[in-house]
């Protein structure tokens, strides 16, 4: 069964902290994403990465940076968190070097900055 | 997705049949994809069509492509309760898909 799992399902962080948000997948793709999905906005793009070391910029990286060290893991950090970064933090892989392809998705991480 | 519009909301009788529509931008998608996401969970795929088909028809999901006016549509045959959800489409670009706001999708008795 494939998989890609989050490190929390929810986390607490206070304005001004750097957090960690951190994404492993076991199906060997090339592709990974992060997005933040919030209410009637769906899913934006922060960053995105087609292979190790390299990364992308997505629809809104501003105040958002990643790090993938490792095939299967991509990390998402916030610098210095905010309110306004208080959002549910999506994961997805893909395989393929060309096109989106079908993503898998992990279950969320649901960020609120205090 | 600015780029990928739905409508919010749909609320439907169980047994009835449900349509979810969508209109995008890039013409050049190769596939669209419909997910859905079910409370406390990540999106999962649920279907997709391959732009050169007009429709796709797989269990009781039927999805309609109108390529001319960029019209995408879901139809759920017999909804139930477990179909309540929100659906997502989503447009192919460069690696990565553009996906639209959402259809939180509520299932009535």
């Known amino acids: 069964d494939v998989k890609v799992t989050q490190s929390s399902r929810y986390l607490v ?8 948000l951190e ?4 199906m060997d ?8 999905q919030d209410p009637g906005l769906g899913l934006r793009l922060i960053y ?31 610098e210095s968190a905010s309110t306004n ?26 960020l609120t900055v205090l | 997705g600015e780029d990928v519009e739905q409508s919010l909301f749909l609320s439907v009788r169980e047994g ?3 349509v979810i529509n969508c209109t995008y931008t890039d013409s050049s998608s190769t596939y ?9 969970a990540g999106l999962q795929l649920l279907t997709y069509i391959f732009s050169n088909m007009d429709m796709k028809q797989d269990q009781r ?13 879901l139809r759920i045959a017999d909804t139930q309760t477990g179909d309540s959800a929100i659906y997502f489409c989503a447009e192919t670009g460069d690696y990565k898909l553009s996906f639209g706001a959402g259809t939180t999708v509520t299932v009535r008795a």
């Open chain 1, 13 to 20: 962080k206070r304005t001004g902290e750097k957090v960690f």
């Open chain 1, 23 to 26: 994404c492993v997948q076991d």
């Open chain 1, 29 to 36: 793709h090339e592709n990974m994403f992060w997005y933040r």
């Open chain 1, 48 to 78: 995105f990465s087609y292979d190790v070391k390299m990364k992308e910029k997505g629809d809104i990286p501003e105040g958002y940076s990643v790090s993938r060290e490792k095939k299967e893991r991509f990390s998402l950090i916030l």
């Open chain 1, 85 to 110: 970064q208080t959002s549910m933090y999506l994961c997805a892989s893909s395989h393929g070097t060309s096109g989106a392809g079908e993503q898998f998705f992990g279950p969320g991480t649901r």
């Open chain 2, 16 to 18: 009835d049949s449900s």
């Open chain 2, 32 to 40: 669209l994809y419909w997910y859905k996401q079910e409370p406390g």
């Open chain 2, 61 to 73: 999901l039927t999805v309609l492509l109108n390529k001319k006016d960029k019209h995408l549509s």
